[in-house]
């Protein structure tokens, strides 16, 4: 379980990884956030719950991180736990990601600011399973 960044031009990508999907999404979720702040202290005086659809795993994964971003700019919050669980499509239906984050309004005392995180892209998004764990890349524009 855990999280790398990956070098990229005017851009920071993330690869991200853990013992099934759910955990390699909330790994990925992890590591956007530590691009924007130093997330080790974190608190969890919020607590928020997220749910997104799409056709497939990849456009999954960047919706989740671009709904996380969203959320963070509204509440003015950082986040740094995140519990996942994800469904594959039934009867036709799309992927659903749901969520609960956790993390507390943004401190600037406390959360040293990073990189501005502006979107998850779909560019060189990928999500696959490796030796017995799933393993997702995504490419943030900063």
Request: aromatic residues 10%; without cysteine.
């Amino acid at each position: 379980m855990g999280f790398e960044f990956l070098d990229h031009t005017a851009e920071i990508g993330v690869r991200a990884w853990g013992k099934d999907l759910a955990e390699a999404f909330a790994q990925a979720a992890r590591g956007m956030f530590a691009v924007m702040y130093e997330t080790d202290s974190v608190g969890e005086t919020l607590t928020r719950q997220l749910e997104v659809s799409a056709p497939d795993p990849e456009a999954l994964l960047v919706e989740w991180l671009n709904a996380l971003l969203y959320l963070a700019t509204v509440e003015h919050a950082v986040f740094g736990r995140f519990e996942v669980a994800i469904e594959p499509p039934k009867d036709g239906a799309e992927w659903r990601l749901r969520a609960t984050v956790y993390g507390e309004p943004v401190d600037p005392a406390r959360h040293s600011f990073g990189l501005e995180v502006k979107a998850a892209t779909y560019h060189r998004v990928r999500v696959r399973s490796l030796d017995g764990r799933a393993e997702v890349e995504v490419i943030l524009d900063v």
